[in-house]
């Protein structure tokens, strides 16, 4: 039986491992791929497809996702984690020991689970889009926002998340533009007359995105298409945000743990999730804040306790030291 079997190699759940392994914990980190139901966990999560991260702690030239990512697996890796690149594609947390079938088929023992999966961003589905990802096409305004000074971007979304990633937009964009299908926002009453009242945001109301345009290197403007007369326009664009929200990547444990109503993990306190030995950390968990340091911050919680929980197993003969 392992003591600690973490699920994603995200920041949360290689930070995870990172403690764990210095605890002498052997943890084991399933690092992802695609799942039997066709979700993808990927490995390394949201970083890997993050050219720029410029708000990581000590950086401060910045460094690119994907590196951040292979740094801190070497770290895990130095303090003896154990990763495999498989999944977890179902799981008995009812009892003890907690049981968990890979990939591969085969079922493996428990004494703890940290949770890890994170969630994958909701896109608008046009091939440009993944064209143009990183290079003027992103799903998060907090990252990548201070890319955008003093040029005009757009805004997909009209919910709360929507309005909140504009108004931070306009700290450093010329303007910014709300592309919305309907003529209504779906965001609470208070965020939409934030926006509405902001002289550095305008609305397209009835509209979608058609096309994302470019010069093969970056995104230079973008096709509207009427949600009402399926006309069509083209508009001058240096960036454009998509905020039609985020999938958690939980249908493996449906039926396992208590899940929020958006899917999100559901946690008491800090990682603690419905079933006793299971801990949850990072974006499965977090739909507020979805940051890698966020993350990182949560995985380091979610192995102490495992740890913690661990140690009583120990002192009542649960588990050999």
């Avoid at 050219?51 to 697996?73: A, H, Q, S």
């Avoid at 709360?160 to 009453?189: G, N």
Wanted: glycine share 12%.
């Amino acid at each position: 039986m392992h003591k600690v079997v973490i699920v994603g190699s995200g920041p949360a759940g290689l930070t995870a491992a990172i403690y764990t392994g210095r605890a002498q914990l052997k943890p084991v980190v399933f690092e992802g791929g695609f799942l039997s139901s066709g979700e993808l966990m990927t490995s390394g999560g949201q970083l890997m497809i993050t050219t720029e991260v410029e708000n990581y702690p000590g950086f401060p030239d910045g460094v690119t996702g994907p590196e951040l990512v292979d740094r801190t697996r070497a770290q895990a890796e130095k303090f003896g984690a154990d990763l495999r690149q498989d999944v977890i594609d179902e799981v008995d947390f009812t009892g003890f020991p907690l049981r968990l079938k890979t990939g591969e088929g085969e079922w493996l023992e428990a004494a703890t689970v940290i949770i890890a999966t994170g969630a994958n961003a909701k896109w608008l589905g046009i091939p440009s889009e993944q064209t143009y990802l990183n290079r003027g096409v992103s799903a998060c305004a907090t990252c990548d926002g201070a890319f955008y000074k003093d040029v005009p971007v757009f805004v997909v979304g009209g919910g709360d998340t929507a309005l909140e990633e504009a108004q931070f937009l306009t700290r450093y964009a010329s303007h910014v533009t709300l592309i919305h299908r309907r003529d209504s926002f779906r965001a609470s009453k208070i965020m939409a007359d934030r926006a509405l009242k902001n002289p550095k945001i305008s609305v397209e109301w009835n509209a979608a995105v058609d096309e994302i345009l470019g010069d093969g290197k970056k995104c230079t403007g973008l096709r509207l298409k009427s949600t009402v007369d399926g006309s069509v326009k083209e508009v001058v664009a240096g960036g454009l945000f998509v905020a039609i929200g985020h999938q958690p990547n939980t249908s493996v444990f449906k039926g396992q743990l208590e899940l929020r109503t958006d899917g999100y993990i559901a946690t008491k306190g800090f990682t603690t999730t419905s079933a006793t030995g299971v801990f949850a950390a990072g974006d499965v968990a977090d739909s507020r804040y979805r940051q890698a340091i966020t993350a990182a911050g949560m995985g380091c919680m979610a192995a102490i306790d495992a740890e913690r929980l661990v140690e009583e197993y120990e002192s009542r003969g649960l588990l050999s030291h």
